[in-house]
């Protein structure tokens, strides 16, 4: 039993103070500094959030729990405190559970806080309202999941799931609460002792001595090495450390997609724009926060040629090591502390990677910049990707702050190479799953967390799974700029139904004006139909900081099936012509 139930009823002791579990809840979060809450209101909720916002928690009220989870997730990933999100029983909580999915898959920490239906009835399935068994089917889906059913331990419940969520490799974290708790009352006093405040919730992983030295016994073999930066490298905060690492090694460094800026892309051993060069032709590659899974092609195949390699991994999770392929030096601990570690290791002697290789891959990536450069000034009208990406990235190199969130095929994948990221974690995008719909989440909580203001760049078919956000958005004040390239539809706009009756699978209503929808709610919406016009429109948005929204329009054959990941896309040999 625990205290909770001990407790005398409330009117049977005059005079003493009590709590209740609403309060206990909010006094846990806030003792632990958690102080922002993305979620959607309802039974068993409501009240909760309106208490929680008149304590001083910022509560931020969307439209969907799925975008609210995705704002939740990505706060996580910008401030390595667990991102809050608040949802109701059965559907808010399904609703918020792809993201806490996504979360876990991404590395980052979160808390999906649902209220669930009394224990009894759900377990008899006697059908309660919203009936369901909530900590079950999380379970499976998240780093860890629990249930508080006293007031007397959401203290502990509650010092779990942070512990959980950043602890080790963060992950998403289900906390299960039922109706019945939040009404619980118990004694002021005791539930004031009974919260935790959780100390060192992240404790740093230091790597053991002999794996430093492994890892540097194998780029000192090095011909051609190359770093790889993932998006645990840009979450770790361990900035300078990192850049003292790259630079003092002098090895090329390619970031992945949310990586790029931890060093900026035009920093002169940066490879991405000779992706294909370094992977195929290094012989030593260290990854730092980055997984080889499919992004990377699995460490293997035609990616990475035919030349033997050897793999150094620094990562915090130990089984990450050998998940794909051999790990020659496997280096386990907190990114922060293995770069401190290597560079003491490498001391004021150690000899930068080989000249030529370098030579080598700043004259690909020269060269590939080149091609590119003309594209990115082109004017057409209608435009097409480069001519319209081309704007935005003198945009972001005159903005260094600004946040970009990116989603979509084509607009993704072109705007990844093309938009150059000068700062750390001022990329933000689909992620390992490639999700669709995390558009205005990411959008809202990175303008909610960090002040600055964003640059959302979306698909018009990306945009269109969170796109309601826009209110929220608006409601707010944010200072979020949607860019939406429209090419109406999925990869393309000009795909034909070969039976003639109903539109094809991939394409939208022609010309539509998602401009309007911003108008609607009272925000700035602007129709471009040419670079020029979208230049101006940006500009003007980033100068005012009002939610904008700017329908780009571009041409509906630009773009390619899947955009650069047409090759994963299966194709019916037998299909009819
Ligand atoms: O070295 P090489 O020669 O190879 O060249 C490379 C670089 O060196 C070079 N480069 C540069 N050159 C010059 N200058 C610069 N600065 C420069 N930088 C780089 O360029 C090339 C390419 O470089 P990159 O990009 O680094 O390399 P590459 O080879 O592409 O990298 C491989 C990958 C795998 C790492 C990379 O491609 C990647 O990260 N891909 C992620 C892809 C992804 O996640 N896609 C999203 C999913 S697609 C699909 O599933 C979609 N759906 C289905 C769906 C989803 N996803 N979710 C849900 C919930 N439901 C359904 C849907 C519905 S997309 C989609 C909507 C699409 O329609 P939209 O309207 O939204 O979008 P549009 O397509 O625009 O219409
Ligand atoms: P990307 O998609 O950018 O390649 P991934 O999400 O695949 O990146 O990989 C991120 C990796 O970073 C994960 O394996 C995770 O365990 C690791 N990681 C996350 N945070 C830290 C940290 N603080 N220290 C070390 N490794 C970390
Ligand atoms: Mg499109």
Not at 17 to 26: H, V
Not at 272 to 280: E, H, M, Q
Not at 304 to 329: H, L, R
Not at 454 to 479: H, K, N, Q, W
Request: glycine letters at 10%; one cysteine or more; proline letters at 6%.
């Amino acid at each position: 039993m625990t205290a909770a139930t001990k407790e005398k009823p409330a009117a049977a002791d005059e005079g003493q103070e009590l709590t209740d579990g609403f309060n206990l809840i909010i006094d846990a979060l806030k003792l632990n500094g958690l102080t922002t809450i993305y979620g959607v209101p309802g039974i068993p909720i409501t009240d909760f959030g309106r208490m929680a916002q008149a304590s001083g928690i910022r509560v931020l009220s969307f439209r969907h729990e799925q975008n609210a989870g995705y704002a939740a997730a990505i706060a996580g990933y910008l401030t390595k405190k667990p991102g809050i999100c608040l949802t109701v029983s059965a559907p808010g909580f399904l609703n918020g559970l792809t993201t806490l999915a996504h979360a876990t898959t991404n590395c980052f920490p979160m808390i999906l806080i649902s209220g669930s239906s009394e224990r009894e009835i759900v377990d008899l399935q006697q059908g309660d309202y919203e009936e369901m068994d909530q900590l079950a089917i999380a379970k499976p889906l998240c780093k860890a999941a629990y249930r508080v059913l006293h007031a007397a331990d959401i203290g502990i419940g509650i010092a779990r799931a942070i512990r959980s969520a950043v602890s080790g490799r963060p992950g998403g974290v289900y906390l299960d609460l039922p109706a019945k708790l939040f009404g619980q009352v118990m004694n002021a006093e005791a539930g004031r002792k009974s919260l935790v405040k959780v100390i060192d919730p992240a404790p740093a992983q230091i790597p053991a001595p002999d794996a430093i030295k492994r890892a540097l016994d194998v780029l000192k073999s090095a011909r051609k090495p190359l770093i790889i930066l993932g998006k645990g490298a840009a979450y770790a905060q361990a900035d300078e450390a990192i850049k003292t690492f790259v630079e003092k090694s002098g090895v090329p460094f390619l970031p992945m997609s949310m990586a790029k800026g931890l060093l900026p892309d035009l920093h002169p051993q940066c490879a991405g724009a000779a992706r294909s060069t370094v992977l195929k032709d290094s012989d030593v590659v260290v990854m730092i926060g980055a997984r080889l899974n499919w992004l990377l092609s699995h460490g293997k195949g035609k990616t990475w040629g035919d030349a033997p390699k050897k793999f150094i991994q620094i990562d915090i999770e130990p089984k990450e090591m050998d998940s794909n392929v051999e790990i020659a030096a496997p280096v386990v601990g907190d990114i922060g502390s293995c770069m401190s570690a290597l560079i003491e290791a490498m001391g004021k002697d150690w000899v930068k990677a080989p000249g030529d290789w370098s030579g080598a891959v700043s004259a690909k990536r020269e060269e590939n910049v080149a091609k590119m450069a003309p594209r990115l000034m082109n004017n057409n009208v209608p435009m097409d990707y480069h001519g319209a990406l081309g704007v935005l990235r003198t945009i972001i190199k005159e903005r260094p702050e600004t946040i970009l969130v990116n989603e979509g095929a084509n607009t993704l994948d072109l705007a990844r190479g093309v938009i150059d990221i000068y700062k750390p974690r001022k990329r933000l995008d689909v992620g390992t799953w490639g999700v669709m719909g995390i558009g205005m989440g990411q959008a809202i909580a990175a303008a909610v967390e960090t002040g600055h203001k964003v640059l959302a760049v979306e698909g018009d078919s990306a945009f269109g799974f969170s796109g309601m956000e826009v209110e929220t958005i608006c409601r707010y004040g944010l200072p979020v700029c949607v860019v939406i390239f429209n090419n109406n539809g999925i990869y393309r706009g000009t795909d034909v139904n070969k039976a003639g009756t109903d539109p094809a699978t991939t394409v939208f209503v022609a010309g539509a004006r998602y401009d309007k929808m911003m108008e609607a709610f009272g925000g700035v919406g602007v129709n471009a139909t040419s670079p020029d016009e979208l230049k101006r429109a940006v500009n003007a948005a980033l100068d005012s900081g009002k939610p904008t929204l700017i329908n780009a329009v571009i041409d509906p054959a630009a773009g390619s099936e899947s955009g650069r990941i047409g090759n994963l896309n299966p194709q019916s040999a037998l299909k009819k012509k």
